[in-house]
């Protein structure tokens, strides 16, 4: 079986958690978007991992991890994850391989991606500042681009370097009137990460349908959620890669029809960093007591998480572009404690009734949504092993969503251990 895992919302979703445990029955888990802007959480009885580059499947022992063409992949990020993993015990180096088609995210990307962001002021995207804007204009760019097959040859690499950095120093001293970066510091930092990670480099799209023929079992790990693809997703309050399911073929070089269970994970309530609009979003009480709760502070960033109801015309336009088969739907006991619960059922822009999302923001900001309101319940489910072990009004809530949804929720969050999960 292959699997892909892709989140519904706006990104942390719990895909760290489900891919983790889906790992168990898998030979190789592969990252193939985004880059270190990710940030994938994984509790192993009480240690808590934030993996940004490295396949969440990394925890488990002997899965070998990919990093896949269409990643971003910051060179620093990726060794001091290597690193603190390795000092943990838990070796990577041994069973990791990077695409040498994967594009590189250098200082100046991490740079831009900051000045632009502060040029912007109130009009500023909320970014991560992890480059990736910057350096997936670069690929689309092509001329100012560094692969990284690039550490390969480094005399090459210096030359490719002078030329780049002498065109982003026009630009950070011209446009943003920041200072220039210095060449040598660059290359000395890439002289090391080609120490690191040359001989991690490979052809990842051959060893995958290698793979595959020899009837190994790969799940493809999704970074970010599908309401922030750049196609499909908010725009401009996106990120800079296909991050639904329809990502995973030209990110991986693996066809989607190969793929037998797309798993989409969301969570029993929206959340959202960064700017851009939120039909849903409880800016008050409520708001402050599920983020509390259910400690939404961003895993890259430590940014506060808006939070809202649970939006059914958004995650049913999530399920439907990336034909979703299942659902895991984590934190179900943050909503634990709420009298009253509220589910958007449908929106209303004047007096037309919505129930495809308006993925054009121009449109989105018009909606009104449509609640259906559930009862609460006040017990605690964060030991519940099975289903039925669940309080009858959580019970009504899953079933209400599945309903709307049109898809079974086969998982459920109960909790952020690795164990606290319900299978259905
Ligand atoms: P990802 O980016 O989709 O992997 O998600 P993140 O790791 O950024 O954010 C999810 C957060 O929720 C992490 O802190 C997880 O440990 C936590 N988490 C995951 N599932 C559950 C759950 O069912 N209940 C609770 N309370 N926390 C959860
Ligand atoms: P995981 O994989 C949540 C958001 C940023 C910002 C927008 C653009 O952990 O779910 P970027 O740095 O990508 O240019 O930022 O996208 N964003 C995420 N939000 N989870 C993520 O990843 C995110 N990656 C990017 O907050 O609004
Ligand atoms: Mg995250």
């Known amino acids: 079986m292959n699997y892909c895992v892709v989140g519904l919302q706006w990104g942390d979703e719990g895909k760290g958690k489900v891919v983790d445990v889906l790992a168990r029955d898998c030979d190789i888990v592969v990252r193939y978007n985004g880059g270190a802007n990710a940030g994938h959480t994984v509790v192993i009885d009480q240690t808590r991992f934030a993996l940004h580059l490295l396949p969440s499947g990394v925890l488990r022992e002997g899965i070998i991890c990919v990093i896949a063409n269409a990643v971003v992949v910051d060179p620093e990020v990726l060794i001091s994850e290597i690193d603190g993993l390795t000092s943990k015990g838990i ?65 090459n690499l210096r030359e490719k370097l002078a030329v780049v950095v002498e065109f982003k120093n026009k630009l950070f001293t011209a446009v943003y009137g920041a200072e220039p970066i210095g060449l040598d510091g660059l290359f000395e930092k890439c002289k090391y990460y080609a120490s690191r990670l040359a001989n991690l480099l490979t052809d990842t799209t051959e060893f995958l349908h290698r793979s595959i023929k020899e009837g190994k079992s790969v799940l493809f790990e999704g970074a970010q959620g599908s309401l922030l693809d750049l196609d499909h997703g908010t725009f401009p309050f996106v990120t800079s890669s296909n991050c639904s399911l329809l990502g995973m073929p030209a990110g991986s070089g693996v066809p989607g029809k190969l793929v037998d269970v797309s798993v989409g994970v969301c969570k029993a309530y929206m959340t959202r960093v960064g700017a851009g609009p939120f039909p849903t979003e409880l800016d008050n009480e409520v708001g402050q007591y599920i983020r509390q709760k259910g400690q939404e502070y961003g895993t890259t960033t430590g940014r506060p998480r808006r939070c809202g109801w649970f939006d059914a015309v958004a995650v049913r336009y999530a399920v439907t572009i990336n034909a979703i088969d299942q659902i895991a739907m984590m934190h179900l006991d943050t909503l634990t404690g709420q009298d009253q619960i509220e589910v958007c059922k449908a929106y209303r822009i004047g007096p037309d009734l919505i129930e495809f999302f308006p993925s054009n923001i121009d449109r989105l900001r018009l909606v009104q949504p449509i609640y259906h309101s559930l009862p609460g319940w006040r017990e605690d489910i964060s030991s519940a092993c099975r289903f039925e072990q669940l309080p009858t009004n959580a019970q009504r809530y899953i079933e209400y969503i599945e309903g709307l949804l049109g898809r079974p929720i086969r998982m459920i969050g109960v909790g952020p251990s690795r164990d606290q999960l319900i299978l259905r």
């Open 91 to 155: 070796d990577v180096c041994n069973r990791l391989l990077v695409s040498e088609n994967a594009h590189m995210v250098l200082d100046y990307h991490k740079l831009e991606d900051r000045l632009r962001e502060q040029a912007l002021g109130r009009h500023k995207i909320g970014t991560t500042a992890r480059g990736i804007g910057p350096c997936y204009a670069d690929k689309a760019g092509r001329t100012y681009a560094i692969r990284m097959s690039d550490l390969r040859d480094l005399d």
